[in-house]
């Protein structure tokens, strides 16, 4: 999901940076600001900090599996090279 205070943060600080003749439009330019942001946001297939650690704990533990496998296989195949000859 994505951090709605953050968004709001980011919406206020480009209002503030509108000119100061259009300091009267401001809350309307903040909210439009805002409901950008959200759409534009919304529509990237982003995840959460928290879903991205757990992929990446899942993807650590299958590589550190990979590996085990890799040096079981070499074993086997370095004894099975030895006991054909």
Do not use: C, H, W, Y
Request: hydrophobic share 45%; charged share 35%; net charge negative.
């Amino acid at each position: 999901m994505i951090d709605l205070k953050a968004i709001d943060d980011l919406a206020r600080r480009l209002s503030d940076m509108v000119p100061p003749n259009v300091k009267a439009a401001q809350a309307d330019l903040e909210n439009n600001f805002r409901a950008a942001l959200q759409t534009g946001l919304g529509k990237l297939d982003l995840v959460t900090r928290e879903e991205f650690e757990v992929q990446r704990a899942v993807l650590l533990r299958t590589r550190e599996k990979l590996e085990a496998l890799e040096k079981t296989v070499a074993e086997l195949e370095a004894a099975r090279g030895t006991s054909d000859t």
